[in-house]
């Protein structure tokens, strides 16, 4: 199975299983809502962010509809992640 920085598990009552997917850098999900496929409107969209800075710290960052709603960071060589504004 490959490595991924952000990794998404997906439970929805039309899987029999959970079903999952690896993303490198960025993530987004556009949540439509409607009557069907044909008839629907988008909802929201939340997005998972992945960056390595200079330092090599890894920075992960949660949006919603473009807004930031948590943030954590890897420092590089650990493997604690700290929570940020929140």
């Known amino acids: 199975m490959r490595q991924y920085p952000i ?15 690896g993303v490198r850098d960025t ?3 556009e949540v439509r809502v409607g009557t069907s496929s044909s008839n629907s409107h988008a909802f929201v969209t939340h997005t998972t962010t992945h ?18 709603i948590k943030e954590a960071l ?3 060589g650990t493997s604690e992640l700290q929570l940020i504004n929140c």
């Open 27 to 29: 993530g987004q999900v």
């Open 51 to 68: 960056r390595t800075l200079e330092n090599g710290d890894k920075m992960f960052r949660f949006y919603v509809d473009g807004v930031v």
């Open 7 to 21: 990794w998404n598990n997906v439970e929805a009552c039309i899987y029999k299983s959970s079903k999952s997917y």
């Open 74 to 76: 890897l420092p590089k």
